[in-house]
C-alpha cells in the first residue's frame, strides 16, 4: 500500500505501471531482434557487417533522444516525449515486418531506439518526481528491474516461436504487445511536475550540472555502465569454449538482476545509495575475476557474484542523482544515462581489440583451437575487471564524502535547534 508520505502525485502508480511496460518494449526490442537476426540474415542476404550496422542504430538511437528528450522535458512535458516514444516504437516495429531491405530495417531499428531513449527521458523523472524517500529508491529499482527481467522474457518467447517454426516477423508482433498496453496506460494521465522548482528550469539545470558531485557521478557513470554492459556483451563469445553454456549463465545473470532490484528499495534503505554501489562494485569485481579464472560449473558461481554486483548501477545512480542533485532535473537524469550508453558503445570497439591482441599473444605463445579461444578471452576479461575496481576506490570516497557531509548537516541543526531553545 502507497501512502500519501510515500507518493506525491495521484496516478503515480498508473504512470508507473505504464513506465514499466514501456521498458518491456525495450528489453523485448533488444531481445528479440538478437534472437532473430539468423532468420533475418538468412531470409534478406544479409552479411554479418550488415546486421551489425542494423544493430548499431538501436544503440546509436538510444543515447540521441535520452538528450533531446532531458533538454525538453520540462518545455513539452513527460506526455508528449512518451507519445514521440509510442509512434516511434509503433513505426519502427511495423517498418520493421514489412521492410525489404537492408536500408529501411536500419531506419526501423533507428525509429525504435528513439523510441527507446525517449522512455528513459520521460520515467526517471517522472518517477522521481511522483514518489519522495525511499520510495522512490525502491520504485527507481523496480522500474528499471524491467531491462533485464524483460530481456530473460523476451529471451525465452524467441526461442520458444524459433524452436516451433513461426517466422521472425512474428516474433517483432510480439513487441507491439506492451507497445500499446503503455500507450493506453499513459492515455488521457496528467503528470507530476517537478520536486524542485528550480529544477524546471534549464539554467538551474546546467548550473547544477557542473558541480564537482555531477561531475564526479558522470565518471563513475561511465565505468559503471562498461562494468555492466562489457563482460554481458562478450561473455558469449568467451565462455563459449569454457565448458559452460553462455545462454545459460546470460538467463542466470539477467534474471538475478531483475529478482535483485525488485528488492532494491530494501537494500538501499539498510546501506544507502552510496553503500550499495560500494557493495556493487566489490561483487561485480570478484565476478568478472572469476570469469577471467575460472571454467565449467565455476562460470555459474561467477554470474551470481557479477549479477549482484550490477544489478544496482544504474537505478542507483539514477536515484542517486535525482536524490543528491535534484536541481539537475530532467536534464541530469538524461544526460547520466546518456553518459552509460555512450560509454558503452566506445568501450565496445576497445574490448574488441582487446580480444584480437590477446588471440595473438596466446597464438604467439603456441596456443590453438579452443585453448587458444579460452586463454585469449579470459585474458580480455581479467583486463575488465579494471572498470569496477576503478569503482572500488571510486565508491569509498563518494561514501566518506556523503557521510561526512551528513554528519555536518546533522551538528548545525544540532545547533540551530538548541540556539531555538536557549
Not at 511495423?94 to 531513449?117: D, E, K, P, R, W
Not at 538551474?204 to 555531477?214: E, G, Y
Request: hydrophobic letters at 50%; proline letters at 3%.
Amino acid at each position: 500500500m502507497e501512502t500519501s508520505k510515500s507518493v506525491m502525485h495521484p496516478n503515480a502508480n498508473r504512470l508507473f505501471y505504464a513506465s514499466c511496460l514501456a521498458l518491456i518494449t525495450t528489453a523485448f526490442s533488444f531481445s528479440i531482434r538478437a534472437g532473430i537476426l539468423p532468420q533475418l540474415g538468412e531470409e534478406l542476404s544479409l552479411s554479418a557487417e550488415q546486421l551489425g550496422f542494423i544493430n548499431s542504430m538501436w544503440f546509436f538511437g538510444f543515447p540521441i533522444s535520452m538528450v533531446i528528450g532531458g533538454l525538453i522535458y520540462n518545455k513539452v512535458g513527460g506526455k508528449a516525449i512518451m507519445t514521440f516514444a509510442f509512434f516511434a516504437h509503433a513505426v519502427g516495429i511495423i517498418m520493421t515486418i514489412y521492410a525489404g531491405s537492408y536500408s529501411v530495417l536500419l531506419v526501423s531499428t533507428l525509429l525504435i531506439g528513439l523510441g527507446n531513449g525517449c522512455t528513459e527521458a520521460a520515467c526517471n523523472p517522472m518517477i522521481a518526481d511522483a514518489y519522495k524517500g525511499n520510495r522512490m529508491s525502491t520504485m527507481m529499482n523496480r522500474f528499471h528491474m524491467w531491462f533485464p527481467g524483460g530481456i530473460v522474457l523476451g529471451s525465452l518467447i524467441s526461442k520458444f516461436m524459433t524452436d516451433s517454426g513461426l517466422s521472425w516477423e512474428s516474433q517483432i508482433w510480439i513487441i507491439m504487445v506492451p507497445t500499446l498496453i503503455y500507450a493506453y496506460l499513459f492515455f488521457g494521465q496528467s503528470w507530476p511536475k517537478a520536486k524542485v522548482e528550480e529544477a524546471s528550469n534549464l539554467a538551474s539545470n546546467f548550473k547544477a550540472m557542473i558541480s564537482p558531485l555531477f561531475i564526479f557521478m558522470a565518471c563513475c557513470m561511465a565505468l559503471t555502465a562498461i562494468s555492466e554492459f562489457g563482460p554481458q556483451q562478450w561473455v558469449g563469445l568467451i565462455l563459449a569454449k569454457s565448458g559452460a553454456e553462455p545462454m545459460l549463465v546470460l538467463a542466470l545473470v539477467t534474471g538475478l538482476m531483475a529478482v535483485a532490484r525488485y528488492f532494491g528499495g530494501d537494500v538501499v534503505a539498510r546501506f544507502d545509495q552510496t553503500g550499495v554501489l560500494l557493495g556493487g562494485s566489490i561483487l561485480a569485481t570478484i565476478g568478472v575475476y572469476l570469469f577471467s579464472t575460472q571454467t565449467g560449473a565455476m562460470a555459474y558461481v561467477a554470474a551470481i557474484f557479477f549479477a549482484l554486483g550490477v544489478a544496482y548501477f544504474w537505478p542507483n545512480m539514477i536515484g542517486f542523482i535525482a536524490d543528491k542533485i535534484p536541481k539537475s532535473g530532467a536534464l541530469g537524469l538524461s544526460i547520466m544515462g546518456g553518459i552509460g550508453m555512450f560509454s558503452t558503445s566506445i568501450f565496445q570497439p576497445i574490448i574488441g581489440s582487446w580480444i584480437d591482441s590477446d588471440r595473438a599473444e596466446a597464438a604467439a605463445a603456441g596456443l590453438t583451437g579452443d585453448e587458444l579461444e579460452l586463454v585469449a578471452g579470459q585474458n580480455t576479461l581479467a583486463t575488465m575487471t579494471t572498470f569496477p575496481a576503478i569503482l572500488i576506490v571510486l565508491f569509498t570516497i563518494l561514501l566518506f564524502w556523503v557521510r561526512s557531509k551528513k554528519k555536518k548537516a546533522q551538528a548545525q541543526a544540532q545547533t540551530t535547534t538548541e540556539g531555538t531553545a536557549m
